[in-house]
């Protein structure tokens, strides 16, 4: 459906974004995750129309909307401060669109009613909307993104103004909106664990580039490098050399690992990698391989599991564990070898 | 290649921008070299050694005199008001508030004709001491007097004191005056060391702008002042339209421009500076209540003076209005006056039947026509200058500064230049009918501008990104999303460029056709001749003018917009 190819776009003489190309599917939700400043408002301000990139294009079945004006894109946007109409009611703001359709009164009220009652406001309907809640107005956003039917829906940050408490309660009900609306979105944040909950599909970007497009589960079980691992909260991470291929085995400063799991691409024996060792990694089974002294720093209980953090070496690590282990005690551990991942080590 | 399309697709909204530039090009600029340029011929022709030296020196002399005894006089009166403004609660301190709004807009020709109804010799206090004392002639001289121009200039100037140093004074935090007494200062120290320092450049932009406003006074000079004195401004408009001499008017004016030029560029520069101030306060938190006899009785006396500087100019021109004094029983004094509306009648006949007299009530429709149109092209080229400077482009840094400039300008300079650049063959002024609205519309524009462009910066952008992604055109997201929200504020502005464009006197003398008379040049004509009948009537014209300036006011205050305070 939507397909954008290589674009590029500079903002005040720096370039912002370096050649970036993705597709969406039909009634697919994407995530573009990446830190403020990674590019991704400004992406979707290129596919909505309102800004133009230096160079590449953005295409809807096949059709170059480059000479096609904002208005003319039938694509929703959702901001992040919602930009409610300040000088009109609730109504008023989702009939917004439809009647920039031109639609007759009976058939805008009708589905102005309808997408209300989708997000729960139609009790709210006559309000100013300086009187809303935070809450309430993102829900007033969502309808009027909604209400003209878009082709296209895409979200800029939409929870990032709410407190942590009203957002998870939102982040499922938008999740489920938008999967029954079957309108292909794009939903740009900077939260991983939202990024998890809503998309279909991630698109990690990083200085001006995409760095990995895959669904939640593959890139969490296989980030694609360092930087994904650590932005997804993978943050056990320790330079290596590969000592051996066949059995797989890798030198680092705090000992030397065996792994059971795959090599990364174009890797030789002696070349640098990164190993992940993956949270549910530790076993306190007197296991024979990969076996290290640690010395327990801390442990907090999170309510079915223990999270552990403790030094091999002179470098630290966190681990989920299904006992507590008493802080300040120096054991034996091991770690599992096919709980770790090498990943490409950076240029 | 790429950048060249880029470059085209934004050439409506250059050309569109361009407008307000090339406005302020042709009947700004233009005039205005006209003016240099004529002064630069007059020095070094014959010209100016054919005139003696005190043509020019005694009218900028003056000038300078009375701006400053004006300026002071005006600080000395305005000081403890600002302050009680700024620092209290009190009963009537909104009255006072809106009245101080008055003088504010109100047409300069009102306030003279006003000044002329309490103090003149047709005056309430001549009228009356004469019916007391049986006196055939008034006793108060004091109009053609310099103590009539002082006056009318603190009148005006006070309330733009008041404003601009009590406005800054209450935003002062009353803490950092209690931190510094903490820390051991006494009052006056404090005074010294903390609030002078802050309201330095409050005190210092108001003190600039009432100077501005004293020198380049030109109504109140020309009708209160008389004929024995002469500023810059009267000068110029008795060489340019008396004597028919515009190389000494040129030079005249050329100097006067060099002083008002500097004088706005350094008012916009400390308005600038003023800018980095500290974190506002809400002047209510700040002020306090009145308690004990001292702060009562200083407040009863400052507000007193307040209400008779403000209301009484204004109160005597409304009766005066209805006064008809009757000069052929020749009785002096009040005796034989009674209350009529004759003069408002006699607005509707045409008595003189020559060619120059037309019935007064036509002033009255050529002034509204007049501000219609000054309406129209103010808020249209004020709204696109707003918007280039709101763009924050280079385009709108350039255009900032020069947009104040008018404001600083005299309107007797604009008007001569008027004259030097549309008045040659083959034009003639009389031929371009909108010059009077033009005029009007660059005194006007400055104001528009300062009242929009704060609130169009304030839309944010992405209102209009979300209405054009629901599929609003640009031209539907400018009436759906920005005129609404814009929408007091372009009341306000239009409400603010009408009331100019009523009470422009200084470029409408020299603009106007003869047969083409506003409101304020048929008063002016009515109070330059002799006659009860004619004084009457200026009267009542005075009236009607201020009562449609004041129901301006009234409704700007109503639409409470920010920022109008500060120009």
Not at chain 1, 96 to 119: R, T
Not at chain 2, 166 to 191: E, M, Y
Not at chain 2, 264 to 270: A, M, P
Not at chain 2, 364 to 373: A, C, E, P, R, T
Request: proline share 6%; with cysteine.
């Amino acid at each position: 459906m939507l397909s954008v190819k290589s674009l590029y776009k500079e903002y005040e003489n720096q370039p912002l974004l370096e050649g970036v190309s993705f597709d969406i599917q039909k009634g697919e939700t994407i995530c573009l995750l990446g830190r403020s400043g990674s590019g991704k408002s400004t992406l979707l301000r290129i596919i909505a129309g309102i800004e133009a990139p230096e160079s590449g294009d953005v295409y809807w079945n096949n059709q170059n909307l480059k000479d096609i004006p904002v208005h003319k894109r039938q694509f929703g946007f959702m901001f992040q401060d919602y930009a409610l109409f300040p000088h009109k009611n609730v109504f008023e703001n989702v009939a917004f669109g439809l009647k920039m359709q031109n639609l007759p009164f009976d058939l805008i009220e009708e589905k102005v009613n309808l997408v209300l009652d989708k997000v729960k406001m139609q009790k709210f309907r006559h309000r100013q909307v300086a009187d809303l809640s935070g809450g309430e107005k993102q829900r007033v956003a969502l309808a009027r993104a909604l209400a003209p039917e878009p082709r296209l829906l895409m979200l800029d940050e939409p929870l990032g103004a709410l407190d942590r408490n009203l957002r998870e309660q939102l982040m499922d009900e938008l999740r489920l909106l938008l999967h029954e609306s079957n309108i292909p979105a794009i939903y740009v944040t900077h939260d991983q664990e939202e990024a998890f909950t809503i998309g279909d599909r991630l698109v990690l970007l990083n200085e001006g580039r995409i760095i990995q497009n895959a669904t939640p589960e593959d890139v969490y079980q296989n980030p694609k490098n360092a930087w994904v691992a650590k932005f997804i909260g993978l943050s056990n991470l320790l330079e290596g050399v590969i000592q051996s291929i066949q059995p797989l085995r890798v030198i680092t400063k705090s000992g030397d690992f065996s792994i059971q799991t795959g090599l990364p691409k174009n890797v030789k024996l002696g070349d640098p990698v990164i190993l992940l060792l993956r949270p549910d990694a530790l076993t306190l089974n007197d296991e024979k391989m990969n076996q290290f002294q640690a010395h327990i720093l801390d442990d907090v209980f999170l309510g079915n599991q223990w999270r552990v953090k403790l030094r091999m070496g002179d470098m630290e690590f966190s681990f989920l564990v299904d006992e507590p282990i008493s802080i300040g005690s120096i054991i034996k551990i091991s770690i599992d070898p096919k709980r770790i991942n090498l990943l490409q080590a950076e240029k | 290649m790429k950048q060249a399309l880029k470059y085209i697709r934004t050439i409506p909204a250059i050309l569109l921008w361009s407008l307000p530039f090339a406005f302020m090009l042709i009947f700004y600029f233009q005039p205005l070299l006209a003016n240099f340029r004529v002064a630069w011929q007059a020095t070094t022709s014959e010209v100016l050694a054919s005139i003696p030296y005190k043509v020019i020196t005694q009218p900028l002399f003056f000038t300078i005199w009375q701006a400053s005894l004006s300026t002071l006089l005006t600080i000395i009166v305005g000081i403890s008001p600002a302050y009680l403004m700024a620092k209290y609660r009190f009963f009537g301190k909104s009255f006072i508030r809106l009245l101080t709004t008055i003088p504010f807009i109100m047409p300069t020709v009102v306030v003279a004709a006003g000044f002329n109804a309490l103090l003149g010799p047709k005056g309430w206090f001549n009228l009356l001491l004469q019916t007391i004392f049986s006196l055939d002639n008034p006793p108060i001289q004091i109009l053609n007097s310099l103590g009539a121009i002082l006056f009318a200039h603190v009148f005006y100037n006070s309330t733009v004191f008041i404003r601009v140093v009590g406005g800054a004074w209450s935003q002062l935090d009353p803490k950092i005056g209690f931190a510094a007494r903490t820390l051991g200062a006494s009052p006056v120290r404090v005074w010294q060391k903390i609030t002078f320092p802050l309201l330095k450049p409050a005190l210092l932009s108001a003190i600039l702008l009432i100077f501005l406003f004293n020198f380049t006074s030109f109504a109140v000079i020309l009708l209160l002042g008389g004929p024995k004195f002469s500023t810059m401004e009267v000068e110029i408009y008795i060489q340019a339209l008396h004597m028919l001499n515009l190389p000494v008017a040129g030079l005249l004016s050329g100097i006067q421009l060099l002083f008002t030029l500097v004088l706005t560029i350094l008012y916009s520069r400390i308005i600038k500076t003023k800018s980095v101030a500290l974190t506002p306060r809400d002047p209510e938190e700040v002020a306090k209540s009145i308690t004990g006899w001292k702060q009562r009785s200083f407040l009863i006396g400052t507000m007193s003076y307040l209400v008779v500087l403000f209301a009484a100019p204004l109160f005597s021109l409304v009766l005066r209005s209805f006064l008809l004094t009757d000069t052929n029983r020749n009785v002096e004094g009040l005796a034989g006056n009674r209350f009529s509306l004759v003069y408002y009648q006699e607005l509707f006949l045409n008595r003189r039947e020559s060619l120059f007299y037309v019935p007064p009530i036509d002033a009255i429709l050529n002034s509204l026509y007049f501000g219609l149109i000054t309406v129209g092209i103010a808020l249209f080229l004020g709204f696109l200058a707003a918007s280039v400077i709101s763009s924050r482009s280079s385009w709108g840094k350039l255009l900032d500064p020069i947009l104040i400039l008018p404001l600083g300008t005299s309107a007797v300079t604009l008007g001569l230049g008027f004259i030097l650049v549309f008045n040659s063959p083959p034009l003639d002024v009389r031929s371009i009918p909108l010059l009077v609205p033009i005029a009007h519309s660059l005194v006007a524009m400055p104001f528009v501008v300062r009242i929009l462009q704060p609130i169009i910066a304030s839309i944010p952008r992405e209102l209009k990104y979300s209405a054009m992604v629901l599929g609003a055109s640009p031209w539907r997201t400018f009436w759906q999303v920005e005129f609404p929200i814009l929408f007091r504020a372009i009341i306000s502005a239009a409400l603010f460029s009408f009331t100019i464009s009523l009470g422009e006197f200084g470029a409408t003398t020299f603009l106007a056709r003869s047969e083409q008379p506003t409101i304020p040049i048929a008063i002016y004509r009515y109070l330059s001749q002799p006659g009860g009948l004619n004084y009457g009537q200026a009267m009542a014209m005075s009236t009607i003018l201020m009562i449609i300036c004041a129901l301006s006011i009234f409704l700007i205050e109503r639409l409470k917009l920010p920022n109008i305070k500060e120009f």
